[in-house]
């Protein structure tokens, strides 16, 4: 199974909304606070939640489970 990363930051409800959809999906994600470091805030400060996986691939908000589903498979 692929190794996720789920872009995200303290108090961000889209973001647990996406933790919700990644635990219903059994994902195996790290959650990664963007607010720890600096690049990171530059570049997804206004695109979290942001999945992306052990290729680069990303998954921007909004997604759902079929979405995430149909990401994952490709």
């Given at each position: ?5 789920l ?52 998954l ?15």
């Amino acid at each position: 199974m692929r190794q996720l990363v789920l872009y995200t930051t303290a108090g961000c409800h889209l973001c647990e909304h996406a933790e919700a959809i990644l635990d219903a999906a059994a994902c195996d994600y790290s959650p990664v606070d963007i607010a720890d470091d600096l690049s990171l805030m530059e570049r997804y400060g206004v695109r979290i939640p942001v999945v992306r996986d052990d290729a680069g691939r990303e998954l921007g908000w909004p997604f759902d489970g079929t979405q995430l589903a149909s990401f994952l498979a490709s």
